[in-house]
């Protein structure tokens, strides 16, 4: 699996430079995001949900949606 690109320093010891360069105030370079692979994500993004409604029964739906609605009124 790819590494993900704002994962946090593996080794400890970068790990503690970084938190010390932040407590001192020290600036960290800007990380800039790869416009193609932002490009890509919104794509997928902006037809996952509709594709895969498409694929279930209306069954299917129905009890994805009780589950949600559930979850978001059963919280107190």
Do not use: F
């Not at 279930?56 to 107190?76: F, L, V």
């Amino acid at each position: 699996m790819p590494e993900r690109s704002r994962k946090p320093p593996v080794d400890p010891n970068l790990a503690a430079k970084s938190i010390i360069d932040r407590i001192a105030g020290k600036e960290q370079p800007e990380q800039v995001k790869n416009p193609a692979a932002q490009a890509l994500g919104r794509l997928g993004g902006l037809k996952g949900g509709k594709a895969r409604a498409a694929s279930m029964t209306p069954e299917q739906r129905r009890e994805i949606a009780k589950k949600a609605a559930a979850s978001r009124w059963g919280k107190k």
